[in-house]
Nanobody, 121 residues
């Protein structure tokens, strides 16, 4: 089994900052990439940012220059520092893990439960 523990969501005023974290544990042989996605009410889930095991990052255009993704490989934890938050950043943020299963040896993907981020104007 794999577990993802997300934390750091909450309510913040526009222009404020939040830091999300997501810690992975369980039957993981190796991690390929970790990332954050978000889903606002009535909208599809969309990519926010991802980071590979080698440290390569990818960001949605809407968050470039405001959000920073980072990773602690020793702790299997990914962080999302969100600055200059806007009301349109309001969504449920989901952590995603791409990994190789310890027992199966297959590449798998796993989602966290999500954490609410609300930005008030």
């Amino acid at each position: 089994q794999v577990q993802l523990v997300e934390s750091g969501g909450g309510l913040v005023q526009a222009g404020g900052s939040l830091r999300l974290s997501c810690a992975a544990s369980g039957s993981i042989s190796s991690i390929t990439a970790m990332g954050w996605y978000r889903q606002a009410p009535g909208k599809q889930r969309e990519l926010v940012a991802t980071i590979t095991s080698g440290g390569s990052t990818d960001y949605a255009d809407s968050v470039k220059g405001r959000f920073t993704i980072s990773r602690d490989n020793a702790k299997n934890t990914v962080y999302l520092q969100m600055n200059s938050l806007k009301p349109e950043d309001t969504a449920v943020y989901y952590c995603n893990l791409d990994f190789v299963g310890r027992w199966s040896g297959r590449e798998l993907s796993f989602w966290g439960q999500g954490t609410q981020v609300t930005v008030s104007s």
